[in-house]
C-alpha cells in the first residue's frame, strides 16, 4: 500500500466518521482516528509499511521525486520524517475542536479531510512539501 493510497483511505474515513458524527452526535470514533494518528505517529509503526511488509512488497515513498528535483533536500536537517510529522500534526489539528469550545472550529476536521482527499487523489500534499522544505527526512 502506497502513502499516497493510505491518504486517500485516511480522508475518505475520516469523512465518514465526521458524517457519522454529526447524525449521532457522538465523537469517539474521532477520537479512535485520531488516537490511530498519534500511535503512528508516535511509533512509526505506519499502516502502509504493516500491510506492505505482511503481503511482502516493498515500501513506496510518499514523495520519491523530492530528492531528484531538488538535490538541496539531498540533506536533512532534521532526523526525523515528514510523514510521521505529518500524522502529528494531523492529529493536533483534529483535537482543536474538542480542545476550544468555539462553535465555528467544526470547520476544520472537514477542511482536513478534503485536504487528505486532494493530497491522495493529486499526490501533492502541501504539509509533506513544507515539512520536507523545513529540513525533515
Same mark, same amino acid.
Given at each position: ?8 483511505? %485516511? ?46 512488497? +516493498?515500501?513506496?515513498?510518499?514523495? +520519491? ?22 500524522? %502529528?500534526? %494531523? ?26 482527499? %486532494? ?6 500534499? +502541501? ?11
Amino acid at each position: 500500500m502506497t502513502e499516497r493510497m493510505f491518504r486517500i483511505i %485516511l480522508g475518505a474515513g475520516l469523512v465518514v466518521l465526521l458524517y457519522i458524527s454529526a447524525l449521532t452526535n457522538n465523537n469517539e470514533l474521532i477520537k479512535i482516528y485520531i488516537g490511530i494518528l498519534l500511535f503512528e505517529g508516535i511509533t512509526n509503526w505506519r499502516i502502509p509499511k504493516i500491510v506492505s511488509k505482511i503481503r511482502k512488497q +516493498p515500501v513506496i515513498p510518499a514523495q +520519491p521525486e523530492l530528492d531528484t528535483l531538488h538535490p538541496i533536500h539531498a540533506r536533512y536537517r532534521i532526523n526525523f520524517e515528514a510523514e510521521r510529522a505529518i500524522r %502529528l500534526t %494531523l492529529a493536533v489539528v483534529l483535537m482543536l475542536p474538542f480542545i476550544f469550545p468555539f462553535e465555528i472550529l467544526w470547520i476544520i476536521p472537514w477542511f482536513t479531510a478534503s485536504m487528505l482527499l %486532494l493530497a491522495g487523489m493529486s499526490n501533492i500534499c +502541501p504539509m509533506g512539501l513544507l515539512f520536507h522544505w523545513l529540513g525533515f527526512k
